[in-house]
C-alpha cells in the first residue's frame, strides 16, 4: 500500500448533525429546498438503499428510515449500539456501523422493523466511518488510520490490513482502488488499497483480469482461466508477470494444456482450441460448438472431455481433437446430475466426475463415440473437486473435508475414508502420498493420505482470497482464488516420515528430526501418528545468511527483582520472567543470547530438567556487567526486561542492591556511546514510569523505554501474576513478535482502570499514551515495525468479550450477580472471570497490587452467558469490575487473556461484612477456617483484601491470629 497526503482547507462548513432532511434535487443548486425532516438524536452518518435510509445516530444507534414519501420519512426501526455511531456503509441487506469505541457493528436489516446486531469487531481505536467494497471493509479509525476488515461472513468480521496515518482519520470515501482519508490535522491522506490482505511470508499472490476458474502449471509457466486464457511467467516466484492474453468468445470455465496447445472450455463459447507456442502471443487456431455452457476439460492424447451443461442437464461430450484446428465431437452421455458439476479427471478408459449433488459418477469411455454411465459414488456433501491416483478416487467435498473412494471396481466404489477440513473443500490435487485441498476460507490444507483409509491434515497455508482450485508442482502450491488472482505458496508443507537418518522417536514424549532448509521463512511442524496430531505453530525458521547473522546479534537480558527473601511478590516475579524466558527462546533467542539475573538459581524456564538457565544473582555488580561488558560484544540489539516492586526512580534487585534510574542510564549510555546497539527496556513495577525521563539516550541513539505503570502509579499482578502487564506482552511475543502489538497487548489487559502502560519510542522523555490527543505518535511509530527476535507472527489473536452486564445500584444488599457474553476465541475459552477493585481502593507505592478479589463466571446451560455472584458489596461507593476470558496460547503452556470489559456496582448504603469471613465470600464458614490455618502456619493464605476495614477482623488488630481461628470454629459448631 502507498499514500500521500494533501493540506486541508483551514475550516470546514458546519452542518446540522441531529436531524435528517430530504432536499428536492431536481431544482438547480441555488434553489434546493428542504422537503421533509425526521428528529433523531445526533445524526452522523447515512447510507441509502431503495427506500430506506440508514442514519448512524450517534448514541441513539442506527436508526432506519422508510424515505419511500420523502416529504414525510418516519423511522421504522433501530438498534441500540454499544458506542457512538457515526458512519455507517451497507451491502444487501447487511449495514455496517462504525460505532466509535464500539467498534465496528454488523447489522441484519432483512426486517427494517426488527434490525438484529449479527456480529462486531473490535477497532484498535474509535471506528468513526465506514465504506464496504465487496467483502471488505474500510475503516476510519481514529489515531489506528485506516483499517481494512474481511467480512465476506459478516457475523465474524477479521481485520486483514492497516495502514497508519500521520493524523487521526476521521472520514473517508473509496475509489476505484484509492482511499480518500480525512485525517485531522494529517490533511487528506490518498492511499493505494488495491491490495489490503496481510498474508503470509510464504505466499505471493498475482493478480489477473478477473474471476480465475481453473489453472494449468507447466514448468515456469502458469496458465490462467480468467476472462480468456492468462499466461503468467512465474520463472520468479516472487515476482509473477502476466505476459500473455488470449481473448475467447464465451467465459472460460476449465483448462487443460498438452504440449503447445491449450484446451479451453469456454461456456457458451464451446471449446476453444489456443496454440500457445509463443507464450506472449497466444492465439485461438480451432473451436467446436458444444450443447449449453462448457464448465470443465481434460485431454489425454487425442481425445478432451468436456463437461458440459444444459439446463437443466450435465453431460459430457467427447471430442477428437487429433487435429487442433478443426476438433470434433464424436460422442456423447447425459448423466444423471441436474444443474452442476464442477470437477472431472481421467484415469485409462474412465472419467471420473464430481456432481454437486450426485457425488462422484464413473463414465466408461473405452468406445469414446459410445460413453456411458457405469457408476457412482454417493457423498455426504457436494463434490467440487477430484484427483484420482492409481485406484484411489480422492473428491473435494464442501463441508464434509476429503472423502477417499476405492474405485479398483468403478461399477461400484466405495468410500473408504474421510477428514474434515475447517473451510470448504473445493479443489484438490495428488502428488504420492500428499493431497492437497483448496479449502475456501481454510486456504491450503495438506493431507497425508498415505493411509487412505485414515487421512491426516498435516499442514496449512493461509491464502489472501478463497481457495478455490490447487495445483502442485514439485515444492510450489499454486492456488486459485475464488474472488480472483493466484496465491504461490513454496515451499508446501511436506512428510517428514521416520528415518533413522533424519527422525528418531526417543521415547514416548521425545522425537528429535533433521528438517530440510527449502526456503527462507517462519514454518509451523504437525506431529502424528495416524490417528491424532498436535500443531506447532511457527516451530522452526529457516533465515538466509544476512538475516541469520543479524538474528546472532540480538541480545535479551532478564532481570526478576527481589525485596526481600520473604518478598510476597516472588512467585509472581518468578513467574512472569521465567515466561519471558520461553517467550524468547520461541522467538529465536538461544540460551547464550540471553543473559538471566535472579536470586533463585535453580530456576528451570526452559523445562529442560536443568538449572543452567540462570547465569547469575541479580545485583548492581552483575547488571552493570551484563549491560557494560556482556552486551557490548557481537551487539546490535539489546532486549531489557525488569520486573519487581518498584519505587520513585527505583528497582529492588535484592533486600541489598536497590538501582537508581540515574545509574541504570548511565550504564545504557556508556554502553550506546561505545557502541550502535538499539535497546529495548520493558519495566514493569509500581511507579515504573519514573524511569521514562531519565532514560532519555544520547543524541542519535535508538532507546525505546516501555513502562507498565505512570510515575505515580502502582502496578497489578493478580491470578498469581497471570492478570498484569507483564504476563500479557509475553503472552503476546509468543503470538505476535511487532514489540507495539505486544505492548498494546498487555496495556489492554490490564485496563487503564488499573494502571496506565507508558511508550516512549522516540527518545524524547515523554511517554506515548492512545488516549491523550496531546501526545505525538512517533513513539508508536517507532515501536510498530520492530519484531522480537525471529519475527514469527501466529496472527491468532487473544479472545473478546463482547458484553458485560450493565452498572448496577444496591440499597444495602451485598450481593450481585455480574455477566459476560459474546465470548469469541480461536482456542477454547478456559476461564471467564471478573476482578473486583472496591471504593477508594489504594495502595502505597512499591507495593504491588495481588489480592483484588475475583469471582468465576460460568456458562453450565451453555448459551453463551457466563455469570456469577459476589457478595461482599459492603462499602459504600463504586466497585469497579473488570471481567476477563482466557484461552492457552499457541505454546499449549501460557494463557491468553482478552482485554479487561468493565463494568461497575454501586452501594448506595454500607453495611458491615460477618466477622471472621476472611475470604470475602459473604459467610463465615470452612474456607476462612482453612485461610485462617494457612495463614497461621506460615503458608500462603488468600485472604479478603477488605477484611479488616470491613469489619471482619474478629479483634480489630488488623492481622489473623488464633483469636480468628477459635472465632470461626465457634460459628461452624452453632
Same mark, same amino acid.
Request: aromatic share 8%; with cysteine.
Given at each position: 500500500?502507498?499514500?500521500?497526503?494533501?493540506?486541508?482547507?483551514?475550516?470546514?462548513?458546519?452542518?446540522?448533525?441531529?436531524?435528517?432532511?430530504?432536499?428536492?434535487?431536481?431544482?438547480?443548486?441555488?434553489?434546493?429546498?428542504?422537503?421533509?425532516?425526521?428528529?433523531?438524536?445526533?445524526?452522523?452518518?447515512?447510507?441509502?438503499?431503495?427506500?430506506?435510509?440508514?442514519?448512524?445516530?450517534?448514541?441513539?444507534?442506527?436508526?432506519?428510515?422508510?424515505?419511500? !414519501?420523502?416529504?414525510?420519512?418516519?423511522?421504522?426501526?433501530?438498534?441500540?449500539?454499544?458506542?457512538?455511531?457515526?458512519?455507517?456503509g451497507i451491502t444487501g441487506n447487511t449495514v455496517y456501523v462504525a460505532d466509535g469505541?464500539?467498534?465496528?457493528?454488523?447489522?441484519?436489516?432483512?426486517?427494517?422493523?426488527?434490525?438484529?446486531?449479527?456480529?462486531?469487531?473490535?477497532?484498535?481505536?474509535?471506528?468513526?466511518?465506514?465504506?464496504?467494497?465487496?467483502?471488505?471493509?474500510?475503516?476510519?479509525?481514529?489515531?489506528?488510520?485506516?483499517?481494512?476488515? !474481511?467480512?465476506?461472513?459478516?457475523?465474524?468480521?477479521?481485520?486483514?490490513?492497516?495502514?497508519?496515518?500521520?493524523?487521526?482519520?476521521?472520514?473517508?470515501?473509496?475509489?476505484?482502488?484509492?482511499?480518500?482519508?480525512?485525517?485531522?490535522?494529517?490533511?487528506?491522506?490518498?492511499?493505494?488499497?488495491?491490495?489490503?490482505?496481510?498474508?503470509?511470508?510464504?505466499?505471493?499472490?498475482?493478480?489477473?483480469?478477473?474471476?480465475?476458474?481453473?489453472?494449468?502449471?507447466?514448468?515456469?509457466?502458469?496458465?490462467?482461466?480468467?476472462?480468456?486464457?492468462?499466461?503468467?511467467?512465474?520463472?520468479?516466484?516472487?515476482?509473477?508477470?502476466?505476459?500473455?492474453?488470449?481473448?475467447?468468445?464465451?467465459?472460460?470455465?476449465?483448462?487443460?494444456?498438452?504440449?503447445?496447445?491449450?484446451?479451453?472450455?469456454?461456456?457458451?463459447?464451446?471449446?476453444?482450441?489456443?496454440?500457445?507456442?509463443?507464450?506472449?502471443?497466444?492465439?485461438?487456431?480451432?473451436?467446436?460448438?458444444?450443447?449449453?455452457?462448457?464448465?470443465?476439460?481434460?485431454?489425454?492424447?487425442?481425445?478432451?472431455?468436456?463437461?458440459?451443461?444444459?439446463?437443466?442437464?450435465?453431460?459430457?461430450?467427447?471430442?477428437?481433437?487429433?487435429?487442433?484446428?478443426?476438433?470434433?465431437?464424436?460422442?456423447?452421455?447425459?448423466?444423471?446430475?441436474?444443474?452442476?458439476?464442477?470437477?472431472?479427471?481421467?484415469?485409462?478408459?474412465?472419467?471420473?466426475?464430481?456432481?454437486?449433488?450426485?457425488?462422484?459418477?464413473?463414465?466408461?469411455?473405452?468406445?469414446?463415440?459410445?460413453?456411458?454411465?457405469?457408476?457412482?459414488?454417493?457423498?455426504?456433501?457436494?463434490?467440487?473437486?477430484?484427483?484420482?491416483?492409481?485406484?484411489?478416487?480422492?473428491?473435494?467435498?464442501?463441508?464434509?473435508?476429503?472423502?477417499?473412494?476405492?474405485?479398483?471396481?468403478?461399477?461400484?466404489?466405495?468410500?473408504?475414508?474421510?477428514?474434515?477440513?475447517?473451510?470448504?473443500?473445493?479443489?484438490?490435487?495428488?502428488?504420492?502420498?500428499?493431497?492437497?485441498?483448496?479449502?475456501?476460507?481454510?486456504?491450503?490444507?495438506?493431507?497425508?493420505?498415505?493411509?487412505?483409509?485414515?487421512?491426516?491434515?498435516?499442514?496449512? @497455508?493461509?491464502?489472501?482470497?478463497?481457495?478455490?482450485?490447487?495445483?502442485?508442482?514439485?515444492?510450489? @502450491?499454486?492456488?486459485?482464488?475464488?474472488?480472483?488472482?493466484?496465491?504461490?505458496?513454496?515451499?508446501?508443507?511436506?512428510?517428514?516420515?521416520?528415518?533413522?537418518?533424519?527422525?528418531?522417536?526417543?521415547?514416548?514424549?521425545?522425537?528429535?528430526?533433521?528438517?530440510?532448509?527449502?526456503?527462507?521463512?517462519?514454518?509451523?511442524?504437525?506431529?502424528?501418528?495416524?490417528?491424532?496430531?498436535?500443531?506447532?505453530?511457527?516451530?522452526?525458521?529457516?533465515?538466509?545468511?544476512?538475516?541469520?547473522?543479524?538474528?546472532?546479534?540480538?541480545?535479551?537480558?532478564?532481570?526478576?527483582?527481589?525485596?526481600?527473601?520473604?518478598?510476597?511478590?516472588?512467585?509472581?516475579?518468578?513467574?512472569?520472567?521465567?515466561?519471558?524466558?520461553?517467550?524468547?527462546?520461541?522467538?529465536?533467542?538461544?540460551?547464550?543470547?540471553?543473559?538471566?539475573?535472579?536470586?533463585?538459581?535453580?530456576? !528451570?524456564?526452559?523445562?529442560?530438567?536443568?538449572?543452567?538457565?540462570?547465569?547469575?544473582?541479580?545485583?548492581?555488580?552483575?547488571?552493570?556487567?551484563?549491560?557494560?561488558?556482556?552486551?557490548?560484544?557481537?551487539?546490535?540489539?539489546?532486549?531489557?526486561?525488569?520486573?519487581?516492586?518498584?519505587?520513585?526512580?527505583?528497582?529492588?534487585?535484592?533486600?541489598?542492591?536497590?538501582?537508581?534510574?540515574? !545509574?541504570?542510564?548511565?550504564?545504557?549510555?556508556?554502553?550506546q556511546e561505545s557502541t550502535s546497539v538499539r535497546i529495548i527496556l520493558i519495566y514493569?513495577?509500581?511507579?515504573?514510569?519514573?524511569?521514562?525521563?531519565?532514560?532519555?539516550?544520547?543524541?542519535?541513539?535508538?532507546?525505546?523505554?516501555?513502562?507498565?505503570?505512570?510515575?505515580?502509579?502502582?502496578?497489578?499482578?493478580?491470578?498469581?501474576?497471570?492478570?498484569?502487564?507483564?504476563?500479557?506482552?509475553?503472552?503476546?511475543?509468543?503470538?505476535?513478535?511487532?514489540?507495539?502489538?505486544?505492548?498494546?497487548?498487555?496495556?489492554?489487559?490490564?485496563?487503564?482502570?488499573?494502571?496506565?502502560?507508558?511508550?516512549?519510542?522516540?527518545?524524547?522523555?515523554?511517554?506515548?499514551?492512545?488516549?491523550?490527543?496531546?501526545?505525538?505518535?512517533?513513539?508508536?511509530?517507532?515501536?510498530?515495525?520492530?519484531?522480537?527476535?525471529?519475527?514469527?507472527?501466529?496472527?491468532?489473536?487473544?479472545?473478546s468479550v463482547g458484553f458485560v452486564s450493565q452498572e448496577q445500584t444496591l440499597d444495602?444488599?451485598?450481593?450481585?450477580?455480574?455477566?459476560?457474553?459474546?465470548?469469541?476465541?480461536?482456542?477454547?475459552?478456559?476461564?471467564?472471570?471478573?476482578?473486583?477493585?472496591?471504593?477508594?481502593?489504594?495502595?502505597?507505592?512499591?507495593?504491588?497490587?495481588?489480592?483484588?478479589?475475583?469471582?468465576?463466571?460460568?456458562?453450565?446451560?451453555?448459551?453463551?452467558?457466563?455469570?456469577?455472584?459476589?457478595?461482599?458489596?459492603?462499602?459504600?461507593?463504586?466497585?469497579?469490575?473488570?471481567?476477563? @476470558?482466557?484461552?492457552?496460547?499457541?505454546?499449549?503452556?501460557?494463557?491468553?487473556?482478552?482485554?479487561?470489559?468493565?463494568?461497575?456496582?454501586?452501594?448506595?448504603?454500607?453495611?458491615?461484612?460477618?466477622?471472621?469471613?476472611?475470604?470475602?465470600?459473604?459467610?463465615?464458614?470452612?474456607?476462612?477456617?482453612?485461610?485462617?490455618?494457612?495463614?497461621?502456619?506460615?503458608?500462603?493464605?488468600?485472604?479478603?483484601?477488605?477484611?479488616?476495614?470491613?469489619?471482619?477482623?474478629?479483634?480489630?488488630?488488623?492481622?489473623?491470629?488464633?483469636?480468628?481461628?477459635?472465632?470461626?470454629?465457634?460459628?461452624?459448631?452453632?
Open positions: 500500500m502507498k499514500s500521500v497526503s494533501y493540506d486541508h482547507p483551514p475550516k470546514a462548513a458546519s452542518v446540522d448533525r441531529k436531524v435528517l432532511q430530504t432536499v428536492d434535487s431536481g431544482l438547480k443548486s441555488e434553489h434546493l429546498v428542504i422537503i421533509g425532516s425526521v428528529d433523531t438524536s445526533d445524526a452522523s452518518g447515512v447510507a441509502i438503499n431503495g427506500n430506506t435510509a440508514y442514519v448512524a445516530d450517534g448514541s441513539g444507534g442506527l436508526q432506519v428510515i422508510d424515505i419511500s !414519501d420523502p416529504e414525510s420519512p418516519r423511522i421504522t426501526g433501530f438498534v441500540d449500539t454499544p458506542g457512538d455511531a457515526s458512519g455507517v469505541s464500539g467498534g465496528l457493528q454488523v447489522i441484519d436489516v432483512s426486517d427494517p422493523e426488527s434490525p438484529r446486531v449479527i456480529g462486531s469487531l473490535d477497532t484498535p481505536d474509535d471506528a468513526l466511518d465506514v465504506s464496504i467494497i465487496g467483502d471488505e471493509a474500510y475503516i476510519a479509525c481514529k489515531s489506528e488510520g485506516l483499517q481494512m476488515a !474481511d467480512v465476506s461472513d459478516p457475523e465474524n468480521p477479521v481485520i486483514i490490513g492497516s495502514v497508519d496515518t500521520p493524523g487521526e482519520a476521521s472520514g473517508l470515501v473509496i475509489t476505484g482502488n484509492t482511499a480518500y482519508v480525512a485525517d485531522g490535522d494529517g490533511g487528506l491522506q490518498a492511499i493505494d488499497v488495491s491490495s489490503t490482505s496481510e498474508t503470509s511470508a510464504l505466499t505471493v499472490s498475482v493478480d489477473t483480469q478477473g474471476y480465475v476458474s481453473d489453472m494449468v502449471v507447466m514448468g515456469d509457466t502458469a496458465y490462467i482461466a480468467s476472462g480468456g486464457l492468462q499466461i503468467i511467467d512465474m520463472s520468479n516466484p516472487e515476482n509473477p508477470a502476466v505476459i500473455g492474453f488470449a481473448d475467447t468468445p464465451g467465459s472460460a470455465q476449465g483448462l487443460a494444456v498438452t504440449g503447445d496447445t491449450a484446451y479451453v472450455a469456454d461456456g457458451y463459447g464451446g471449446l476453444q482450441v489456443i496454440d500457445v507456442s509463443n507464450p506472449e502471443n497466444p492465439a485461438v487456431i480451432g473451436f467446436a460448438d458444444t450443447p449449453g455452457s462448457a464448465q470443465g476439460i481434460a485431454v489425454t492424447g487425442n481425445t478432451a472431455y468436456v463437461l458440459c451443461s444444459s439446463d437443466p442437464q450435465i453431460s459430457l461430450q467427447v471430442a477428437d481433437v487429433s487435429d487442433p484446428k478443426s476438433p470434433v465431437i464424436i460422442g456423447s452421455v447425459i448423466t444423471p446430475n441436474l444443474y452442476s458439476a464442477h470437477d472431472l479427471a481421467v484415469m485409462g478408459n474412465t472419467v471420473y466426475l464430481a456432481s454437486e449433488f450426485d457425488g462422484l459418477q464413473m463414465i466408461d469411455v473405452s468406445d469414446p463415440e459410445n460413453p456411458f454411465i457405469i457408476g457412482y459414488a454417493d457423498t455426504p456433501a457436494g463434490a467440487t473437486g477430484v484427483a484420482v491416483m492409481g485406484n484411489t478416487a480422492y473428491v473435494a467435498n464442501t463441508f464434509a473435508g476429503l472423502q477417499v473412494i476405492d474405485v479398483s471396481n468403478p461399477e461400484s466404489p466405495v468410500v473408504i475414508g474421510s477428514t474434515d477440513t475447517p473451510g470448504a473443500a473445493y479443489g484438490v490435487a495428488v502428488i504420492g502420498s500428499t493431497a492437497y485441498i483448496a479449502d475456501r476460507s481454510g486456504g491450503l490444507q495438506v493431507i497425508d493420505v498415505s493411509n487412505p483409509e485414515s487421512p491426516v491434515i498435516i499442514g496449512s @497455508a493461509d491464502t489472501p482470497g478463497k481457495a478455490w482450485r490447487v495445483v502442485v508442482t514439485g515444492n510450489t @502450491a499454486y492456488v486459485t482464488n475464488e474472488d480472483g488472482g493466484i496465491t504461490v505458496i513454496n515451499p508446501v508443507p511436506a512428510v517428514v516420515s521416520p528415518d533413522p537418518g533424519s527422525f528418531l522417536v526417543e521415547s514416548e514424549t521425545r522425537i528429535s528430526l533433521t528438517l530440510p532448509a527449502e526456503t527462507a521463512g517462519n514454518y509451523t511442524l504437525r506431529v502424528h501418528n495416524g490417528e491424532e496430531s498436535h500443531e506447532l505453530r511457527g516451530a522452526v525458521t529457516f533465515l538466509d545468511q544476512e538475516d541469520y547473522q543479524k538474528e546472532e546479534r540480538k541480545k535479551a537480558l532478564i532481570v526478576a527483582g527481589r525485596l526481600s527473601p520473604g518478598d510476597s511478590l516472588w512467585d509472581n516475579t518468578r513467574m512472569c520472567t521465567n515466561y519471558a524466558y520461553r517467550a524468547l527462546q520461541a522467538q529465536g533467542y538461544d540460551e547464550d543470547r540471553i543473559y538471566y539475573l535472579s536470586t533463585d538459581r535453580r530456576s !528451570d524456564p526452559d523445562g529442560d530438567g536443568l538449572t543452567d538457565d540462570v547465569d547469575d544473582t541479580a545485583s548492581l555488580e552483575t547488571l552493570e556487567y551484563a549491560i557494560r561488558a556482556w552486551a557490548a560484544e557481537d551487539t546490535d540489539e539489546l532486549l531489557i526486561y525488569m520486573t519487581d516492586h518498584g519505587g520513585e526512580g527505583t528497582f529492588h534487585l535484592s533486600e541489598n542492591d536497590i538501582l537508581n534510574a540515574e !545509574d541504570l542510564d548511565r550504564w545504557l549510555d556508556q554502553l514493569d513495577a509500581c511507579m515504573s514510569g519514573s524511569f521514562i525521563k531519565p532514560l532519555t539516550p544520547p543524541e542519535g541513539k535508538e532507546r525505546i523505554i516501555i513502562t507498565s505503570s505512570s510515575p505515580d502509579q502502582y502496578a497489578y499482578f493478580n491470578n498469581g501474576g497471570r492478570l498484569s502487564f507483564s504476563y500479557q506482552f509475553w503472552a503476546s511475543v509468543f503470538l505476535n513478535a511487532n514489540l507495539y502489538d505486544a505492548f498494546a497487548s498487555g496495556r489492554d489487559a490490564i485496563g487503564t482502570q488499573y494502571q496506565t502502560p507508558y511508550l516512549d519510542g522516540d527518545g524524547d522523555g515523554i511517554g506515548y499514551i492512545s488516549e491523550r490527543k496531546d501526545v505525538p505518535k512517533s513513539d508508536k511509530l517507532a515501536a510498530k515495525d520492530i519484531l522480537i527476535g525471529r519475527g514469527w507472527i501466529a496472527a491468532s489473536p487473544p479472545p444495602s444488599e451485598t450481593s450481585a450477580t455480574i455477566q459476560a457474553g459474546d465470548i469469541t476465541a480461536l482456542n477454547k475459552i478456559v476461564r471467564v472471570w471478573a476482578v473486583i477493585t472496591p471504593p477508594n481502593h489504594r495502595y502505597g507505592p512499591g507495593d504491588p497490587v495481588t489480592d483484588l478479589p475475583e469471582i468465576t463466571l460460568e456458562d453450565p446451560d451453555g448459551d453463551g452467558i457466563y455469570e456469577g455472584t459476589w457478595k461482599g458489596f459492603y462499602r459504600e461507593g463504586t466497585y469497579r469490575i473488570a471481567v476477563y @476470558a482466557a484461552t492457552r496460547d499457541a505454546s499449549g503452556t501460557g494463557m491468553l487473556y482478552s482485554a479487561a470489559s468493565e463494568t461497575s456496582v454501586i452501594q448506595t448504603a454500607g453495611s458491615p461484612a460477618p466477622a471472621g469471613d476472611l475470604d470475602g465470600d459473604g459467610e463465615t464458614g470452612m474456607k476462612d477456617l482453612v485461610t485462617a490455618l494457612q495463614v497461621l502456619s506460615g503458608a500462603p493464605g488468600v485472604i479478603w483484601y477488605d477484611y479488616a476495614s470491613a469489619g471482619t477482623d474478629v479483634n480489630g488488630d488488623n492481622r489473623v491470629g488464633t483469636e480468628e481461628v477459635f472465632f470461626v470454629f465457634g460459628e461452624m459448631a452453632e
